[in-house]
T-cell receptor, first 119, second 115 residues
């Protein structure tokens, strides 16, 4: 079965611009989570979507937003880009929201990431 | 605030040496624990996970980890490393509340194996 795919793989933008990243989960997975990975901060959780609704959110400013479509594909948007937004953005999918109304936690499968460079 | 600590940022070993990477978390409630690996040029892959039951968990490629609840630890071990184990290793903890959860990753440990 195909893995998690992310497009584009690389992006170069300038400060003040906005960017949209896309993630297609593994077939049958309904939860999509987004992470930011930087050398200094490591992996930080952005948000999680399940059934087109944001279920969990990390500590990022409102410039970071996302959405999920009925086919479980998700997009992440960053507006008014700053230099510090340069990072690898990872998407992960799982069958269900981790812990949401459930006694079990599902495993997340990661995509290859989108490398965003802000100049 | 909840956190995950991986105290070793960079570990260098020779082939056939034994490996233990530390992972400690700070959260007193229900947790699920994971170790992920990121090989050079590849994306994150799950090595092993602990949800419940036997605290000694076996994963892929000969890795295992032991959950010690009293120490809030989930250390990763391998008795004999190979050059192909060169990678970055991330510990992750899913902290669960009554109706939500969040996943916290450690800062990662870079493992270099000398052939």
């Amino acid at each position: 079965k195909a893995g998690v795919t992310q497009t584009p793989r690389y992006l170069i933008k300038t400060r003040g611009q906005q960017v949209t990243l896309s993630c297609s989960p593994i077939s049958g997975h309904r939860s999509v989570s987004w992470y930011q990975q930087t050398p200094g901060q490591g992996l930080q959780f952005l948000f999680e979507y399940f059934s087109e609704t944001q279920r969990n959110k990390g500590n990022f400013p409102g410039r970071f937003s996302g959405r999920q479509f009925s086919n479980s594909r998700s997009e992440m948007n960053v507006s008014t880009l700053e230099l510090g937004d340069s990072a690898l953005y990872l998407c992960a999918s799982s069958r269900m929201v981790s812990g949401w109304g459930s006694t079990s936690t599902d495993t997340q499968y990661f995509g290859p990431g989108t490398r965003l460079t802000v100049l | 605030a909840q956190s995950v600590s991986q105290h070793n940022h960079h570990v260098i070993l020779s082939e056939a040496a034994s490996l233990e990477l530390g992972c400690n978390y700070s959260y007193g409630g229900t947790v699920n624990l994971f170790w992920y690996v990121q090989y050079p040029g590849q994306h994150l892959q799950l090595l092993l996970k602990y949800f419940s039951g036997d605290p000694l968990v076996k994963g892929i490629k000969g890795f295992e980890a032991e959950f010690i609840k009293s120490k809030f630890s989930f250390n990763l071990r391998k008795p004999s490393v190979q050059w192909s184990d060169t990678a970055e290793y991330f510990c992750a903890v899913n902290v669960r509340y009554s109706s939500a959860s969040k996943i916290i990753f450690g800062s990662g440990t870079r493992l270099s194996i000398r052939p």
